[in-house]
T-cell receptor, first 113, second 117 residues
Framework: KQEVTQIPAALSVPEGENLVLNCSFTDSAIYNLQWFRQDPGKGLTSLLLIQSSQREQTSGRLNASLDKSSGRSTLYIAASQPGDSATYLCAVRVNNQGGKLIFGQGTELSVKP | GAVVSQHPSRVICKSGTSVKIECRSLDFQATTMFWYRQFPKQSLMLMATSNEGSKATYEQGVEKDKFLINHASLTLSTLTVTSAHPEDSSFYIC?????????????FGPGTRLTVT
């Protein structure tokens, strides 16, 4: 059974810092991995999607990497801003369960001005 | 593009009543829609997967008679919480997958906050 874990559960940094969020998964048989952002009381916004054959994806100040063999992904946020404060969720799409997304618990990020 | 809406955004109902939540894909057709539940400070838990024109597939532990799902068209799925109880209070999020050309990327609605008193 696929399990997704995110570390840390919460993170507080001063504005301007570069930071890394971690995601690990137990079964490397994934179709792709997706990072989402969730603001309090809101739905999910997709940030980056990495196919299983890819190593990384970049969008603006965000860079996500994928090491399928070790079951790890990282989300790198450069030059953090207070507007980046949100919960970041990692999810893997499994191959053998109809393409279901399995979510981690999320990392709650707070960027202090 | 790829916008998913939910209605209502917030609902309060009395224990024992039923409440319906709508999920619509506004600018694309979705053969598959997903319903998730999220408790405070917790991640999303998949409740069921619905395919247009067929019965929904429920995850283990989710009562199909309590959470009725209808995927009547390629742009609309509904979740009805029947005989709601306070423990059903939660944040319900739907998601839609494109019929074609979108790979397997899912697009999420803004969520519905259900409070059962």
């Amino acid at each position: 059974k696929q399990e997704v874990t995110q570390i840390p559960a919460a993170l507080s940094v001063p504005e301007g810092e570069n930071l890394v969020l971690n995601c690990s998964f137990t079964d490397s048989a994934i179709y792709n991995l997706q990072w989402f952002r969730q603001d309090p009381g809101k739905g999910l916004t997709s940030l980056l999607l990495i196919q299983s054959s890819q190593r990384e994806q970049t969008s603006g100040r965000l860079n996500a990497s994928l090491d399928k063999s070790s079951g790890r992904s990282t989300l790198y946020i450069a030059a953090s801003q207070p507007g980046d404060s949100a919960t970041y969720l990692c999810a893997v799409r499994v191959n053998n369960q109809g393409g279901k997304l399995i979510f981690g618990q999320g990392t709650e990020l707070s960027v202090k001005p | 593009g790829a916008v998913v809406s939910q209605h209502p955004s917030r609902v309060i109902c009395k224990s024992g009543t039923s409440v319906k939540i709508e999920c619509r894909s506004l600018d694309f057709q979705a053969t598959t829609m997903f319903w998730y539940r999220q408790f405070p400070k917790q991640s999303l838990m998949l409740m069921a997967t619905s395919n247009e024109g067929s019965k929904a597939t429920y995850e283990q532990g989710v009562e199909k008679d309590k959470f009725l799902i209808n995927h009547a068209s390629l742009t609309l799925s509904t979740l009805t919480v029947t005989s709601a109880h306070p423990e059903d209070s939660s944040f319900y999020i739907c998601s839609a997958r494109m019929t074609s050309g979108g790979g397997w990327e899912q697009y999420f609605g803004p969520g519905t906050r259900l409070t059962v008193t």
